[in-house]
């Protein structure tokens, strides 16, 4: 069974940086691309970062630049770096793999 637990939200004020953390179980991650999603209050989920097996990378446009995606096969953890944060990036940040879904950490950018 595939478990993935994020960590790592809280409050922050606009220009700060957060590191989320996603912890997986239950599947070799060395085996499957792993992603961040995002979901504010009443809108719809959506992409944020993903890395490959093989280490390359993609961004959604408003976080380029501003967020990096990492992982540690050996520690079967997904990272995801947060700077210059902007209240727009509030939301429930979500780990996938396989198709699977973590719980969601809380992030709120505010002053």
């Known amino acids: 069974q595939v478990q993935l637990v994020e960590s790592g939200g809280g409050l922050v004020q606009p220009g700060g940086s957060l590191r989320l953390s996603c912890e997986a179980s239950?599947?070799?991650?060395?085996?499957?691309?792993m992603g961040w999603f995002r979901q504010a209050a009443g809108n719809e989920r959506e992409f944020v970062a993903v890395?490959?097996?093989?280490?390359?990378?993609d961004y959604a446009d408003s976080v380029e630049g501003r967020f990096a995606i990492s992982r540690d096969n050996g520690k079967k953890t997904l990272y995801l770096d947060m700077n210059s944060l902007k209240p727009e990036d509030t939301a429930v940040y979500y780990c996938?793999?396989?198709?699977?879904w973590g719980q969601g950490t809380q992030v709120t950018v505010s002053a």
């Open positions: 239950g599947l070799s991650v060395s085996n499957f691309a």
């Open positions: 996938n793999a396989a198709n699977s």
């Open positions: 890395i490959s097996r093989l280490g390359s990378v």
